[in-house]
């Protein structure tokens, strides 16, 4: 059976192609409960909306984030269909530090890059063009990344594995595709994933030392035993960003981060729109609203990186002043 064509949206406009009246009131009805839903760190939208997809035909949808970069996952699908929503920023921080970095020569390691949405933005012209190493072991998701990386002209590479503190296997469980983990029940319904350090990326050649790299870390639960495996990797020009659990009020990623290895830490702060430098985690405390939300803090040991941060942090207090 031949699937039928993704419906195709494109966020600069907002036109809608290729969706039946119902798919096109579905669609009305996601951007509004993500409206809604926004006011309170869109707390219960992914259920609303994945109940709204068992209503539907089974179809994609193809976003287009911009004139070179287009995205594909199921219609309605809970996570990303906040997407459908123009002015919502996934992520701010990252696209930030992304757009802000767009003219630098490095590399993106896109670890649990799930269908491969900062792999696509990251690799396409308005960001810079960057080479992209997608990493997602989870065999669901990496079909979903697999074929954004076709339909963006097989632009960026993709390996199915995880990543940890030493080489081996996992096994890999969970029941929503954006938080599938190697951490919990040995024996919990799921697939053996194969684990790979950052520092073996060196040794097999994927990445050259001297280069300059952005680590993305969204390995869910997994990011203290990624860095251990990535001594070498960020020793040098590397910027590692890696998820805080709005949950975790102990803040385990940056207390390891600060306590542990010689990276400085650095977190976007909303109220002032720049990266502040963290020093203590009484930032932290303050930054982190939203227990169902992932914030994501900035390591690097990079002389280069650190300006470049001071750099953005500079053009966004220029904008403020003009504003």
Known sequence: MI???????DRATGALEGASALERMAALALVMGAKVSSTF????????????????PTR????????????????????????????????????????????VDYTLVDCGAN??????LVSSKPFGSHP??????????????????RVNGGRFEVMRCAVGAKRGTARLSGTKHE?????????????????????????????????????????????IEAIRGGERLLQGDTAILCEEHGSDRDHTVSR?????????????????????????????DRIKVASNVGYNVVGTASAFWQARIENLNAGAQQRSMRN
């Open 3 to 9: 699937a039928p064509e993704p419906i195709q949206f």
């Open 256 to 284: 390891f981060i600060l306590e542990h290895t010689p990276l400085k830490l650095a977190v976007y702060d909303p109220q002032s729109g720049k990266y502040e430098a963290v020093v203590d985690l009484a930032i932290l």
């Open 179 to 223: 938080a599938f983990s190697i951490v919990g029940d040995a024996d919990a319904p799921g697939e053996e994933v194969p684990v790979l350090r950052l520092d073996d990326l060196l040794d097999d050649g994927h990445l050259v030392p001297g280069g300059k790299y952005v680590v993305k870390l969204d390995v869910e639960g997994v990011e």
């Open 115 to 120: 269908y491969g949405y900062w792999s696509v």
């Open 132 to 149: 992209v190493i997608a990493i997602e072991p989870s065999s669901q998701n990496f079909a979903r990344l697999a074929n954004n990386a």
């Open 60 to 103: 994609d949808i193809a976003i287009k984030l911009n004139a070179d970069a287009t995205f594909v996952f199921p219609y309605g699908d809970g996570y990303w269909s906040k997407l459908l929503q123009r002015d919502y920023d996934y992520e701010i921080e990252l696209d930030l530090l992304f757009r802000g970095a767009a003219d």
């Open 41 to 56: 760190s869109y707390r219960g939208y992914n259920f609303a909306a994945n109940v709204l997809r068992k209503a539907l």
